[in-house]
């Protein structure tokens, strides 16, 4: 089982600037199968990027995903005050595991 | 629009089954895979299984093989999951989800509301 550890586990920022999560594997993602997912209080999570790097239907700009091997990241290039949330990254290069999530919280 | 909706919260006690439904629309039902996930309070995400809904072939996680069945009814576009043998660690939120392209194991582009299930005695 690939073993997904994100961090930090929280991130403290202020409107406007700019957020990084990082998402390491404990072994290699082939093809980049790596995904990210927004989730607020009482919802699913929300698609943002697979494949690593592509932004999924109707996600601003502001978001982008990088990374391959074992190493991934999201950033956000200027927070908006609706980007405070939960992120998980997931893999779905070997069935399928989640990260335990980076909690995004406005300082 | 893509549609996946579930049915209600549930509370059972130890022990006991539970079964959650989630009702697709908006899409042809055979051509997409559905996959059950669920969240523990506080927890992320955990994938349970994947049913192919055109054949009805499904695969379970190793850690739920043998409590979990998911089948499904292509009359009316609905999936089926149940859970045996409850355990209060299986209190969570339980999620339907959809792969985002047809035949294909990737992302979850379209999920379920959401079925809480408490199990307490």
């Known amino acids: 089982e690939i073993v997904l550890t994100q961090s930090p586990g929280t991130l403290s920022l202020s409107p406007g600037e700019r957020a990084t999560l990082s998402c390491r594997a404990s072994?290699?993602?082939?093809?980049?199968?790596l995904a990210w997912y927004q989730q607020k209080p009482g919802q699913a999570p929300r698609l943002l990027i697979y494949?690593?790097?592509s932004r999924a239907t109707g996600i601003p700009d502001r978001f982008s995903g990088s990374g391959s091997g074992t190493d991934f990241t999201l950033t956000i290039s200027r927070l908006e005050p609706e980007d405070f949330a939960v992120y998980y990254c997931q893999q779905y290069a070997s069935w399928y595991t989640f990260g335990q999530g980076t909690k995004l919280e406005m300082k | 629009q893509v549609q996946l909706v579930q049915s209600g919260a549930e509370v059972k006690k130890p022990g006991a089954s539970v079964k959650v439904s989630c009702k697709a629309s908006?899409?042809?039902?055979?051509?997409?895979?559905i996959h059950w996930v669920r969240q523990a309070p506080g927890q992320g995400p955990e994938w349970m299984g994947i049913?192919?809904?055109?054949?009805?072939?499904?695969t379970y996680a190793q850690k739920f093989q043998g409590r979990v069945t998911v089948t499904r009814d292509t009359s009316t576009g609905t999936v089926y999951m149940e859970l045996s043998g409850l355990r209060s660690d299986d209190t969570a939120v339980y999620y339907c989800?959809?792969?985002?392209?047809?035949?294909?194991?990737?992302?979850?582009?379209?999920w379920g509301q959401g079925t809480p299930v408490t199990v307490s005695s």
């Open positions: 494949d690593a790097s």
């Open positions: 072994q290699s993602v082939r093809s980049s199968y």
């Open positions: 049913i192919n809904t055109s054949g009805g072939s499904v």
């Open positions: 908006g899409y042809t039902f055979s051509s997409y895979y």
């Open positions: 989800a959809r792969d985002r392209l047809p035949l294909r194991l990737g992302e979850f582009s379209y």
